[in-house]
């Protein structure tokens, strides 16, 4: 297995733009994580889901953001309009308690900056 | 909810010696306790995980030690390397709540030759 593929991997945008970063997750698994990573705030979870269902969306910062799964093998997170202050790293992660434990699999990370 | 605190934010060691990064957590019903490494650039890689029905794992160099009582996890990494440097996250997790994992600031951790 490739392992968690994320896309693009390096994201410029200018404020007000919109942005989608994608993910596809290690097949079979049946949870999918999305985080956030800066100096200031570390490693923060936005959302996840389980069986392609959001379960729980509590560290969505604000309207602008939104992730959708809309099959076992997608999800997207979309930031809409794009501020400066969202420059991070976006990592994606997959895991499999049933099969796997519950290790979690992070994918490459997209590197967004928005100018 | 969960809250983790992860000291020290870094840490530097010489070659060969033995580094300790504490982690605390506030939940008790949390049962899962993942570490991570970091590597500049690269994404957070699973190194050791315990769970609450155990006391201590090990895996060669490395080894996590928990204490329920005190709501307390360790990592130990004996016999430092150059490439142990990184930043390492520790993370705690409910399994009523699937896996969501709260991680700690992390541990920037320099290992000197």
Known sequence: DAGVIQSPRHEVTEMGQEVTLRCKPISGHDYLFWYRQT???GLELLIYFNNNVPIDDS???EDRFSAKMPNASFSTLKIQPSEPRDSAVYFCASSSPLVDTDTQYFGPGTRLTVL | ???VEQHPSTLSVQEGDSAVI???YSDSASNYFPWYKQELGKRP???IDIRSNVGEK???RIAVTL???AKHFSLHITETQPEDSAVYFCAASMEEYGNKLVFGAG???RVKS
């Open chain 1, 59 to 61: 560290g969505m910062p």
């Open chain 2, 58 to 60: 090990k895996d060669q």
């Open chain 2, 45 to 47: 890689q699973l190194i």
């Open chain 2, 22 to 24: 504490k982690c605390t």
């Open chain 2, 1 to 3: 909810g969960e809250n």
């Open chain 2, 67 to 69: 204490n329920k009582t």
């Open chain 1, 39 to 41: 100096m200031m705030r």
């Open chain 2, 107 to 109: 541990t920037i951790l």
